[in-house]
C-alpha cells in the first residue's frame, strides 16, 4: 500500500492551495482518510479527516478555511485550503485508517504517505 500527497507549494498569506491524496494497493473510498501536518521542531498535528462515510472533522485552528472531500471516481481525497497563514507552513501527509476511524489519534492511522511541503509567506 502506497499513499501519495501531492499539491503542495509556496504562496502567499490569504491565497489558497488544494492537496491531493492518491493511493495504490487500497481503495481510499472504503477507508478513513487523515491529512496529518508537520511544522519544524513540531510535532505532527491532525489537520483533517474524512470517514468512509463522509464524516468530516478538522482541527479548530483550520476550521472555516479547510476543507477535506472526496471524488468517488477517482479515489481521491482533497484538502482545499483557503486563507493561508504563515503558521499553516508545515510538510503535509495523509494516512489512511479503517473506515470507522475518525479524529487525529496517530496510533490509528495504517498508512502514510510521503509529505507535500506547504509554505505560506506573510
Known amino acids: 500500500v502506497q499513499l501519495q500527497a501531492s499539491g503542495g507549494g509556496s504562496v502567499q498569506t490569504e491565497d489558497s492551495l488544494r492537496l491531493s491524496c492518491g493511493a495504490s494497493g487500497l481503495i481510499l473510498n472504503n477507508v478513513a482518510v487523515g491529512w496529518f501536518r508537520q511544522a519544524p521542531g513540531k510535532e505532527r498535528e491532525g489537520v483533517s479527516c474524512?470517514?468512509?462515510?463522509?464524516?468530516?472533522s478538522y482541527r479548530d485552528s483550520v476550521k472555516g478555511r479547510f476543507v477535506v472531500s472526496r471524488d468517488v471516481a477517482k479515489d481521491t481525497v482533497y484538502l482545499q485550503m483557503n486563507s493561508l497563514k504563515p503558521e499553516d507552513t508545515a510538510i503535509y501527509f495523509c494516512a489512511s485508517a479503517g473506515p470507522g476511524v475518525s479524529g487525529f489519534s496517530r496510533s490509528k492511522y495504517d498508512h502514510w504517505g510521503q509529505g507535500t511541503q506547504v509554505t505560506v509567506s506573510s
Open positions: 474524512i470517514g468512509s462515510n463522509g464524516f468530516t
